[in-house]
């Protein structure tokens, strides 16, 4: 999805003032495991990719909205058939809207580096919380679509709102830590014979796992909110 969010930003405004964007974003990221250059790389992938690319790359990331169906439904009692291809065809639509919010976050970027120039006590905390809420803005309408279409919850519109925008400042928060677990002095190739690319895929792959656990809750979450607000609507 964040390629084919990248090319279709570039394809919105232009590969260079994409490319000029994510260089400024990797340069905001720890150096130590390699961030930077692996962002630079996705942009570059984004960016550079064609027709035939980005349909082959749909094929994936559609697979992601039958996983995500799959795994939500089980906490339901709502059964159904062609759970997959629901699921699939849920998330399609999801790649129109990722330039229009993948692009405002790319433009808090410049803010956020002007900030890590300034230093100082305010400037970090407002780069913080500048990447925080940029995140969080980006992240609360695919969660909305995830939770309401994608895992066809029968939920009322407050409790998606709410649950939408908490699982999405949760998700934000624990990006945040993602990004202060790659400025720790680690090696993460040493349990590995020293494979650097096993480590950081062996890291990389808890986060997502950590992450996905997140979204789980928060569905969660979002239920019994729902299920709150309707008995309280009941009893009026």
Request: hydrophobic share 55%; net charge positive.
């Amino acid at each position: 999805m964040l390629v084919l969010a990248f090319a279709l930003t570039a394809w919105l405004t232009s590969p260079e003032r994409v490319t000029g964007l994510g260089r400024e974003l990797a340069a905001l990221l720890p150096s130590d495991v390699g961030a930077p250059d692996a962002v630079e790389r996705l942009v570059s992938a984004g960016v550079g990719l064609s027709l035939v690319g980005g349909l082959l790359a749909l094929l994936p990331m559609s697979f992601y909205g039958e996983g995500l169906r799959r795994a939500l439904l089980r906490f339901s009692s709502r059964r159904e058939g062609m759970t997959g291809w629901k699921g699939r065809l849920g998330a399609v639509p999801l790649v129109l809207l990722t330039p229009l919010l993948l692009y405002p976050l790319l433009l808090a970027v410049p803010v956020m580096a002007d900030l890590a120039e300034t230093g100082g006590f305010g400037a970090t905390v407002g780069r913080v919380a500048l990447g925080f809420y940029s995140v969080l803005a980006a992240l609360t309408v695919p969660l909305a679509w995830g939770f309401r279409v994608v895992a066809a919850g029968r939920v009322g519109r407050p409790a998606l709102v709410a649950g939408a925008l908490f699982t999405a400042a949760c998700l934000s928060g624990f990006l945040q830590g993602f990004v202060l677990f790659l400025a720790l002095p680690l090696d993460l190739g040493a349990p590995f014979g020293g494979l650097d690319v096993v480590g950081g895929m062996v890291a990389l792959g808890l986060w997502l796992f950590l992450l996905h656990l997140v979204v789980i809750l928060g569905w969660l979450a979002t239920q019994s909110l729902d299920e709150v607000l309707a008995r309280r609507s009941a009893t009026r």
